[in-house]
T-cell receptor, first 110, second 113 residues
């Protein structure tokens, strides 16, 4: 089983739709969680950190479920510019290195 | 503010040649990471440094790969000899301290013919 797993997609959604991605992780002692966004042929960029109580940044909401070992990303009122690959990142306990998921590809259609 | 700076942006070379990738982290960041990204394997951590000291090199594929960080503002990743299967995008990232997010450079797109 991979340490971090994501549905690769693609998720094709119309503009204005709400879309959600999940990411599961295998190490129950993982300590830090992030969502990164990567555009085609570009570097990954931090979208948001994921906090235990859940957190929101504009149209984006991130949640952590430690009992079921997954994190989620919800995008409301999706825009064409949201089209990208979304990477889930987990930091195992006792290390400071990132474990990346393989990414979920989102296409927002006009 | 200057971000993480990598060079070259693109490198095309023949197999067997030595390849050197360079990275300048964000000033003041204590951690530096080297990653490789391919379609098949996604983003893989190769090695990371803390205060210029290599901490974990378990992701380095084999002895052909080596990385150094002679000072806080410069790191290199060297492949010698290079092989076609080394073709990938290589990213460098830096982080201020533990539990802080990493910031990535633009990457080096490497093609080994």
């Amino acid at each position: 089983r991979k340490e971090v797993e994501q549905d690769p997609g693609p998720f094709n959604v119309p503009e204005g739709a709400t879309v959600a991605f999940n990411c599961t992780y295998s190490n129950s002692a993982s300590q830090s969680f992030f969502w990164y966004r990567q555009d085609c042929r570009k570097e990954p960029k931090l979208l948001m950190s994921v906090y235990s109580s859940g957190n929101e940044d504009g149209r984006f909401t991130a949640q952590l479920n430690r009992a079921s070992q997954y994190i989620s990303l919800l995008i409301r009122d999706s825009k064409l510019s949201d089209s990208a690959t979304y990477l889930c990142v987990v930091t195992p306990s006792g290390t400071y290195k990132y474990i990346f998921g393989t990414g979920t590809r989102l296409k927002v259609l006009a | 503010d200057a971000g993480v700076i990598q060079s070259p942006r693109h490198e095309v070379t023949e197999m067997g040649q030595e390849v050197t990738l360079r990275c300048k982290p964000i000033s003041g960041h204590d951690y530096l990471f080297w990653y490789r990204q391919t379609m098949m394997r996604g983003l893989e951590l190769l090695i990371y440094f803390n205060n210029n000291v290599p901490i974990d090199d378990s992701g380095m594929p084999e002895d052909r790969f080596s990385a150094k960080m002679p000072n806080a503002s410069f790191s290199t990743l060297k492949i010698q000899p290079s092989e076609p299967r080394d073709s990938a995008v290589y990213f460098c990232a830096s982080r201020l301290r533990e539990n802080q997010p990493q910031h990535f450079g633009d990457g080096t797109r490497l093609s080994i013919l």
